[in-house]
């Protein structure tokens, strides 16, 4: 049947398909790979790809012979197979690498055998045609005598690739010592082939070692550890009379300080074993220095350390603590040690004089020292007593017990060396003697004295009089209370008006050191107001003295002693348990109407008891002008103007003068007559109304 041309083709490229479909992986390229190639071939279809040829018209895969170049040269799916791939033998024949040949690996042609370094083993190893050549000692090696007996030569004779192998009396056997000088040991230590080939044959000597060739090692000798028996030897050197490490000599190099000196009593040099005592030196030889020697702090190595308070030997000489006295309690003749106190001296035997007492004692480490003891609770003079042989001090033997905060009392309560530095109470300075107070806490000797005028810090005394014990300035002044103690008062200067005063003070109205008599004496003036200012109480005053008619007075010795407007009048003063008449200062009048609201044109005698003045003052209790009057009786019947006629049994009367018409009722005479003034103080002319 004939096809049609599409037909065909759709045959050819199903051949050429089906041609390709088989290759394995590896086999020789045919194309791009794309699995589909040009069906015809020829002049008019054109070349086949590379790796096709063509036949008949149809492009067909060119299958070759297979080589070795890592593909698939023959297309039947494998690469580079062994039985199509001609190798041949290798290229070098010599020694080990004859029995090779070439074979083909990962697409390169290479001999399976390969030179090898070269042991002693009779054999060329590196394929250069020599066996064992470059291989020291070996018996195999060029020139050698060849394989034989292995024997302790330090050569492989039988050329095995190990020396001296299975000859357990050579000390150059594998793991053996290796070659060294020949001894009686049964043992080839040269490596010569001759067991105890030695030089001579001498004494037995401590080093593990058969010296005379008797079988027997350091066998005779007491102070070897490699004699038979125990201890077994050789072993580490130590101070204990025994040659430990077989070297043929006792304790060397062991107990050695910086210089190479030993502290082994048994070294060489050394005198011997003896009895341990504080040297520095292992004198019993026993590997421990001044071992169990109770006090001994000797090191051995260097110069012997200062001795210093501790209950130890420090320079070891044997004596404890010595020349340390008295300032150690363990120095011979001391007490040993004991429980610190502030003494001075180290009684714990620690090193340390007073120490952990630090703050209560000088002397403790870092304090100043011994010194006079001062109140600090400190223990200055380090006597074992703090603050003892004060006494103002709270914190010295005894009560009260301080420290505590500080008040004033002449007693340095808190313990800081200063007394009543400050008034714990206040926050203020304690005051002297003399200083102002308010109570007697506020001053160091606890006691403020004084009046309204001044209150002053005083002190005790024992002489009454001016000055007694007092200071100058000062008297002392009996106290009659039954077991009171007398004190010190201030000398105030006597006075008749503030003029006889110094500035800043007034002549005050006061009581004398007995409290019996009323006395003038310039005081301080108090900081109020100065006369003839209002007032209602002494305190609004300067002088202390508020009049009843509530203005501020002051004592006066003449009328220029008083501010203008006023007149010096002698006025009757109840105090310090009496009364006496004191000249002071008055609002001056003459009649009613000069006098302010309220008051009355009163009568005074005037301050040189000659006449009868007027001054303003409060009304008396009584009746007013022209009221009868008796003052002869008790109760007496008073008058408003405190003036009553007829010798006291007439009728009330008041002052009168040339320019102050008398009162309704009174007068109209306005005549010069005599008044008397009670409390003894006289009579005087004055001028009075007329009664009817």
Not at 360 to 387: F, K, L, R, Y
Not at 461 to 482: E, K, L, M, N, Q
Request: aromatic share 2%; hydrophobic share 30%; net charge negative.
């Amino acid at each position: 049947m004939q096809l049609g041309r599409e037909a065909a083709s759709a045959a050819i490229s199903a051949l050429v398909l089906a041609a390709l479909a088989p290759l394995a992986p590896g086999c020789k390229s045919c194309g791009s790979g794309s699995g589909t190639f040009p069906p015809e071939c020829g002049p008019d279809a054109g070349e086949c790809p590379p790796g096709f040829i063509c036949q008949s018209g149809v492009c067909l895969c060119d299958v070759q012979p297979e080589v070795c170049d890592g593909a698939d040269n023959d297309c039947d799916g494998e690469t580079d197979e062994a039985d199509r791939v001609d190798a041949g033998p290798c290229a070098n024949t010599q020694g080990a690498c004859a029995a090779g040949t070439m074979a083909c690996v990962d697409g390169v042609l290479a001999c399976d055998v390969k030179p090898q370094a070269e042991t002693c083993n009779g054999a060329d190893d590196d394929c250069d045609g020599s066996d064992d050549d470059g291989v020291s000692a070996c018996a195999c090696a060029p020139g050698g005598p060849g394989p034989g007996a292995e024997r302790c030569n330090q050569i492989d004779d039988d050329c095995n690739g190990m020396i001296d192998d299975a000859l357990t009396d050579c000390a150059c056997a594998p793991g053996g010592p290796g070659p060294s000088t020949e001894v009686c040991n049964a043992i080839d230590d040269d490596c010569n082939e001759l067991v105890d080939d030695v030089a001579s044959i001498g004494p037995e000597v401590c080093n593990d070692v058969d010296d005379d060739c008797n079988g027997t090692v350091d066998d005779g000798l007491a102070a070897c550890a490699c004699s038979p028996g125990p201890p077994p030897g050789p072993a580490p050197e130590t101070c204990n009379g025994v040659d430990d490490d077989c070297n043929g000599v006792v304790d060397d190099g062991v107990l050695l300080c910086g210089g190479g000196a030993s502290l082994c009593a048994c070294a060489p040099g050394g005198p011997g074993a003896s009895p341990e005592t504080c040297n520095g030196i292992d004198d019993d030889c026993d590997g421990t220095v001044d071992g169990g020697l109770a006090g001994c702090g000797c090191t051995g190595c260097g110069a012997a350390a200062p001795e210093v308070c501790n209950a130890v030997d420090d320079d070891c000489n044997g004596a404890i603590d010595e020349g340390l006295a008295p300032a150690c309690a363990c120095a011979p003749g001391g007490p040993g040690a004991g429980l610190e106190v502030c003494n001075g001296v180290d009684d714990d035997c620690d090193g340390a004089a007073d120490d952990g007492l630090a703050p209560g004692c000088a002397c403790a480490p870092g304090g100043p020292g011994p010194g006079p003891e001062t109140c600090n609770d400190v223990d200055d003079d380090c006597n074992g007593v703090v603050d003892d042989g004060l006494s103002a001090c709270a914190c010295s033997p005894g009560p009260p017990s301080g420290p505590a905060p500080e008040v004033c009392n002449e007693i340095d309560d808190d313990c800081d060396g200063l007394v009543d530095e400050v008034n714990g109470l206040t926050g203020a300075p304690c005051g002297a003697f003399g200083d102002p107070c308010d109570v007697s806490s506020d001053c160091s000797s606890s006691l403020c004295v004084g009046d309204v005028f001044e209150e002053y810090c005083s002190d005790d005394c024992f002489v009454v009089g001016d000055p007694g014990d007092c200071p100058a300035g000062y008297r002392c002044v009996d106290d009659p209370t039954p077991g009171a103690t007398d004190s010190c008062r201030r000398d105030y200067v006597p006075c008749t008006s503030d003029a006889s005063c110094a500035p800043g003070e007034v002549c005050a109205i006061t009581c004398d050191d007995a409290g019996t008599t009323i006395v003038t004496e310039c005081r301080p003036a108090f900081p109020a107001a100065a006369p003839p200012a209002a007032c209602t109480v002494d305190a609004d005053c300067s002088t202390r003295d508020c009049f009843r008619n509530l203005v501020c007075t002051e004592v006066c010795a003449a009328d220029a002693d008083c501010a203008p407007g006023y007149r010096c009048v002698m006025m009757n003063e109840p105090r310090c348990g009496t009364s006496a008449y004191i000249p002071r200062c008055i609002d001056m009048c003459d009649c009613d109407t000069e006098c302010p609201a309220g008051q009355f044109c009163q009568p005074w005698a005037n301050v040189a008891l000659t006449d009868t003045v007027g001054g303003c003052d409060n009304p008396y209790p009584g009746g007013g002008p022209d009221a009868s009057c008796n003052l002869t009786v008790a109760p007496p019947v008073t008058c408003s103007h405190a003036i009553c006629d007829q010798s006291g049994t007439g009728n009330c009367t008041q002052l009168c003068s040339a320019t102050c018409s008398c009162p309704a009722g009174l007068g109209p005479g306005c005549f010069n007559t005599t008044v008397t003034f009670g409390g003894g103080l006289g009579s005087f002319p004055g001028h009075v109304c007329e009664t009817p």
